[in-house]
């Protein structure tokens, strides 16, 4: 994605940002550099001049599958222009699948209104906290042996490591109670995606955290995103090494995360885990830092 079409996508996002609302600018961010494992998307549409909404769409590969879509359409978009960027998305991907949050209930009725329904499969919910109050925050101490810093400028291989070893898809299986065959492939994130990632205008370093272990290694990480105009910061994402889970490492790394995140204007926080029960740890990770659900984000389809 260009620098133009990513800032307009930013200030879309930031203009008209909610805690409800599916996107928000450290999603957009970590999307364009495909932090987030997605390919190029095969066609994209956008609406509005300043921006009001865009679609990424993945075509599907035969006529029988549908096309997977990933839709932002600003909060109070008239019904009339909801209608008519949802027939956009049909005309170029008649069958789809597209994730939208309940909460933006204009959105849904369009869909419905559509011939949309609820999908069965994985949701996600968005989690939120205010920062008023941290002194909560005292009782997710750092564990023994470690340490939680800002990534060093010089250490990018190295967070890419940790980065890498957390998401091994052969580990996500496992924590999803799948298969593992052993013919996974490792995480697709690299140094090109981390440099992207910092490339990008909402990117700070003082949000990108790790935890360093006592032999010098990095363990554990996780990157924050601030957005000045809502005074939100979104974790997106944070992981702990398989060797050093259940010691409460990535929950001390999260808080130190939203403290750091108040000193720069932070009044809330959210993030947005699996909301289902297939993968529970995330949500319960964050619901000890007293993040609670204000959204569900959920498939819907018409196929
Ligand atoms: C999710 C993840 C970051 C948790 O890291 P962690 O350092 O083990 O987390 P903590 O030790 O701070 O524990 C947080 C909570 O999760 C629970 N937990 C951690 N690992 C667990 C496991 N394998 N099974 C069940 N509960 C687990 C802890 O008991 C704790 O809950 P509790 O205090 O209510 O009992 C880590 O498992 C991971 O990197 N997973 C893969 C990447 C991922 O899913 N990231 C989050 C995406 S939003």
Known sequence: MNTADLSARLGCVGRTWTPQQRLHVGNVAWASAQGDGSTAPDLSLEWGDPLRGFADIWLPESAAEQATVALHLAPGMPTRQLANAINDVLEVAPRVTVEVSLQQAEIVSALVDQGFRQADGPWFAQLWRSLDDL???????????C??????????????????????????????????TGDERGSSYSVDKHLAVMGTPVYRADLDLVAEAADGSLVAFGLGWLDPQSGSVLFEPVGTAPTHTGRGLARALCAEMLRVARGLGATQAVVGPRGDSAYPVPRRLYEGLRMHEVAQIVPFTNG
């Open 135 to 145: 002194t909560d925050l005292q009782a997710h101490r750092v564990p023994d042996g």
């Open 147 to 180: 340490s939680i810093r800002r990534v060093h400028p010089d250490e990018v291989t190295e967070r890419v490591e940790v980065h890498r070893r957390c998401w091994d898809p052969a580990r996500i299986k496992q924590m999803l109670n799948l298969p593992v």
